[in-house]
Nanobody, 120 residues
Framework: QVLLMESGGGLVQPWGSLRLSCAAS????????MGWYRQAPGKQRELVAV???????NQSDSLKGRFTISRDNAKNTVYLQMNSLKPEETTVYYC??????????????WGQGTQVTVSS
């Protein structure tokens, strides 16, 4: 089992910045993908950005240039630096970890979510 603990959400003014963190603990494989999704009320959960243990990233095209994902493998922690935040990006951000080992089923874990509110 894997536990994901998110931090860093909160209230920020429009065009401000926030840095989210997510620390994973438990039975973590040496190769995995961690990342962030967000879900507004009444909408589907959408990809923000993900990053593998080798550093490969996949990110929503609309967020490139403002959001940056990074990770510290020694700490099993992923970060999301969010700049120039817009009010319409007010929503809950969820941390995700996916891992798989040979002959074992794929494992998919979610954090509880952290609220980001962009408002003056």
């Amino acid at each position: 089992q894997v536990l994901l603990m998110e931090s860093g959400g909160g209230l920020v003014q429009p065009w401000g910045s926030l840095r989210l963190s997510c620390a994973a603990s438990g039975r973590i494989f040496s190769a995995n993908t961690m990342g962030w999704y967000r879900q507004a009320p009444g909408k589907q959960r959408e990809l923000v950005a993900v990053i593998t243990t080798s550093g490969s990233t996949n990110q929503s095209d609309s967020l490139k240039g403002r959001f940056t994902i990074s990770r510290d493998n020694a700490k099993n922690t992923v970060y999301l630096q969010m700049n120039s935040l817009k009010p319409e990006e007010t929503t809950v951000y969820y941390c995700n970890l996916v891992q798989k080992q040979l002959l074992l089923p794929r494992e998919n874990y979610w954090g509880q979510g952290t609220q980001v509110t962009v408002s003056s």
